[in-house]
């Protein structure tokens, strides 16, 4: 994985750098070679060496300006989500949340906790929807989940099965999978 986002980020300054010219870095090669000079190794790497200092001062300025445009925790245009499984459980990889973790707790059948820490939800609007995925992720279709309320950071969700509503609104608790989206 580390791997794979070496070979990116490498990939990306590349074509930044294919894109802007070396002029866009300010780049002072310490060595020029014409056809049939011949070529020290020294003079190459203090060439590769001028190349390596240039690209580090642009990731510094890129991991400053990509710092600077996360979504401030408590403003307005904050975006958190999650994918949370049946079991209560967070789906690796299926969440985000700009002001710090979010935890998820199953606390009886059908009714979950999921706490988005350090980010302020007053003001802000909580959708839940229920997620139909397959295998041992999977919810049955005839599963709905909604926000039963929220505040402070804590959203709390319900989920019931509707096949068991006979004539109701809502049937019986029923543990399912859904994700939770926070705007604010």
């Not at 060439?47 to 001062?57: P, R």
């Not at 999921?114 to 999977?138: D, E, Q, R």
């Not at 909604?146 to 804590?154: A, D, E, L």
Request: hydrophobic letters at 40%.
């Amino acid at each position: 994985m580390k791997r794979t986002v070496q070979k990116t980020k490498y990939f990306v300054l590349g074509a930044l750098l294919a894109t802007m010219g070396l002029w866009g870095l300010a780049v002072t090669l310490p060595h020029a070679f014409n056809s049939g000079d011949e070529i020290k190794s020294a003079e190459m790497n203090a060439n590769f060496q001028a190349l390596k200092n240039a690209v580090d001062a642009l990731e510094a300025k890129l991991s400053k300006v990509s710092a600077s445009q996360k979504a401030p925790p408590t403003k307005v245009g904050a975006l958190a989500y999650v994918l949370v499984r049946a079991n209560g459980t967070k789906w690796s990889g299926y969440e985000f949340n700009p002001s710090g973790t979010i935890t998820t707790t199953r606390t009886s059948q059908g009714k979950y906790k999921v706490h988005f820490n350090g980010l302020a939800l007053g003001g802000g609007i909580v959708l839940v929807s229920t997620y139909l995925g397959t295998g041992t992720n999977a919810s049955f279709q005839d599963n709905v989940c909604h926000v039963r309320s929220f505040g402070g950071p804590t959203v709390n969700v319900e989920c019931f099965d509707m096949d068991s509503a006979n004539g109701q609104d809502i049937g019986m608790p029923q543990d399912a999978s859904f994700s939770v989206l926070v705007i604010r």
